[in-house]
């Protein structure tokens, strides 16, 4: 196989990203058919990116034009039905998180992928990172001795699509937003969670126009790991300020730290009084840009050596149990437990 022909679902800002990424930095990888059922959205991004065939539904793609993989970057309540149904169809699978709503709807797409012998990787990018992935080999190298803290923040300027507001029809910004912090900790921790607390609250909610019941801007929350050692995670968005995305990990012999709020190796000055000014990234593709390039350019070498992602299935459904665990916490107010999540 020279190329990986690839349908991408979804041609929103994602499925742009995606579709962008590949054309320039993965070879191996060729957009052949896009899926949207809004047709302005469809024919703009068909157009940007010079896809010609473009269909309303997987369903019609399928029927239409041949392909290796699918890339599901449409809302997360679409995401079992679309990822069953293209690996019963023998398409590889690559998933954006979070991977569902739920664990039964996960363990629908473990069971289709396995079932038809398909490979399935979830969009978890900071995997892929430079600066994440050489932390993860410091750590496993004994650097800063056996992790007992972990500390993740991320902070978005923009309000979530409405869709995502509400619980009835997404788990929140725990799942849209800090899925990737849930991620991170297990990964770099290298332990399954036990235990999570988890405190929300709106502040900005009401003067952007979101009313929907439990929607909340900010959340703290903390994470007792099988192994003893102890996480927290900051989550704001919106957050006016820009894209910030940082992680300390305490071992036992010292500290480590991933990012920082500046975000070029740029300094400015035109004025004495207002001094130096540095940047701050302004978006979540402008931080993990190698991060996205690195993760598709590992599904389409997968692909082509028939070989596991490392970011499987089961990844994402324990952040998908996360998740669900935290939103527990903070409707019940109290400390929850992933057997209460997991059975």
């Not at 157009?47 to 019609?60: H, N, P, T, V």
Request: charged share 25%.
């Amino acid at each position: 196989m020279a190329n990986v022909r690839i349908c991408m679902i979804g041609a929103g800002r994602v499925g742009k990203l995606h579709s962008s990424t590949l054309r320039r930095h993965v070879p191996g990888g060729e957009v052949v058919a896009l899926v949207d059922p809004v047709r302005s959205i469809l024919d703009a991004t068909g157009d940007q990116f010079g896809i010609e065939r473009r269909y309303a539904s997987l369903e019609e793609a399928l029927d239409g034009t041949a392909f290796e993989a699918v890339i599901i970057t449409t809302p997360t309540p679409t995401h079992r039905d679309l990822a069953v149904l293209a690996a019963a169809r023998g398409k590889h699978v690559f998933l954006e998180k979070p991977m569902a709503l739920s664990l039964a709807e996960c363990d629908d797409i473990l069971a289709a992928v396995e079932r038809h012998g398909v490979l399935l990787q979830i969009g978890f990018m900071r995997r892929f990172d430079p600066d994440f992935a050489a932390a993860w080999e410091r750590i496993q190298g004994g650097e800063i001795g056996e992790p007992m803290m972990i500390k993740s923040l991320t902070h978005g300027p923009g309000l979530p699509p409405p869709w995502a507001t509400d619980l009835k029809t997404s788990n929140g910004n725990l799942a849209e937003v800090n899925s990737h912090d849930l991620d991170t900790l297990r990964w770099l921790m290298a332990s399954n969670p036990r235990r999570m607390y988890v405190e929300v609250a709106n502040f900005k909610g009401a003067e952007r126009g979101v009313t929907t019941e439990h929607f909340y801007d900010n959340m703290l929350a903390t994470v007792k790991f099988e192994s003893g050692a102890l996480g927290h995670i900051s989550g704001v968005c919106p957050c006016d300020y820009g894209y910030d995305s940082r992680v300390e990990i305490i071992g036992k012999k010292g500290i480590m730290q991933i990012g920082e709020m500046k975000g070029e190796s740029i300094v400015v000055c035109v004025d004495r009084d207002h001094g130096l000014v540095t940047p701050i990234f302004r978006r979540w593709p402008d931080r993990f840009r190698w991060g996205y390039i690195r993760e598709l350019e590992h599904f389409v070498a997968c692909i082509l050596a028939e070989r596991p992602p490392q970011v499987t299935g089961a990844d994402g459904r324990w952040a998908v149990a996360m998740v669900l665990a935290g939103t527990r916490s903070f409707l019940e107010e109290r400390p929850v437990y992933l057997q209460e999540i997991m059975g």
